[in-house]
């Protein structure tokens, strides 16, 4: 066997694919706003299959095009730091956000404003995707107009 090629057991379950959890929402931000797009925050809750649907079929293949995507986790106690650059836990900020369904998605602009309406729950699979089109476009739009001074 080669080094560094493990045996995959037959029907072993490989974890779930997760996005990059929110660690500093200026960086993040900055990061997005460089690349003329919205910071998109997932908020997430484990064991939800809707979120995992959402992450794994359209937000991941966004993730890995380029798109500045990060989760943030219902009733988790992980560490961020906030658009005021104040350290908080990610449940903290959900709860401010008043955010109660999972997966709900939120898009970010300049000043950590919402650039777009939030994408609240599970939508029909055959929907989804446009849905998130049109946020993510209302997005764009936004911050070019914000950055023109418009």
Same mark, same amino acid.
């Given at each position: #066997?080669? #080094?560094?090629?493990?045996?995959?057991?037959?029907?072993? *379950? /490989?974890?779930?694919?997760?996005?990059?959890?929110?660690? $500093?929402?200026?960086?993040? +931000?900055?990061?997005? +706003?460089? !690349?003329?797009?919205?910071?998109?925050? #997932?908020?997430? %809750?484990?064991?939800?299959?809707?979120?995992?649907?959402?992450?794994? $079929?359209?937000? +991941?293949?966004?993730?890995?095009?380029?798109?500045?995507?990060? *989760?943030?986790?219902?009733?988790? /106690?992980?560490?961020?730091?906030?658009?005021?650059?104040?350290?908080?836990?990610?449940?903290?900020?959900?709860?401010?956000?008043?955010?109660?369904?999972?997966? /709900?998605?939120?898009?970010?602009?300049?000043?950590?404003?919402?650039?777009?309406?939030? #994408?609240? @729950?599970?939508?029909?699979?055959?929907?989804?995707?446009?849905?998130?089109?049109?946020?993510?476009?209302?997005?764009? %739009?936004?911050?070019?107009? !914000?950055?023109? @001074?418009?």
């Amino acid at each position: #066997m080669a #080094m560094g090629v493990l045996p995959v057991r037959a029907g072993a *379950q /490989t974890p779930p694919a997760l996005l990059p959890a929110a660690r $500093s929402l200026p960086d993040e +931000l900055a990061l997005a +706003l460089r !690349q003329g797009l919205a910071l998109v925050v #997932m908020v997430s %809750l484990e064991g939800c299959p809707f979120c995992r649907i959402a992450r794994q $079929s359209h937000l +991941l293949p966004m993730h890995r095009e380029g798109g500045v995507i990060v *989760q943030v986790d219902m009733r988790s /106690t992980q560490m961020v730091r906030d658009f005021d650059g104040q350290i908080t836990t990610h449940d903290a900020l959900v709860q401010r956000w008043r955010v109660s369904i999972a997966p /709900t998605l939120l898009f970010f602009g300049p000043g950590g404003r919402e650039v777009a309406e939030r #994408m609240e @729950g599970a939508y029909q699979p055959d929907f989804y995707g446009p849905y998130l089109d049109e946020r993510l476009d209302k997005a764009r %739009l936004a911050i070019r107009r !914000q950055s023109r @001074g418009v």
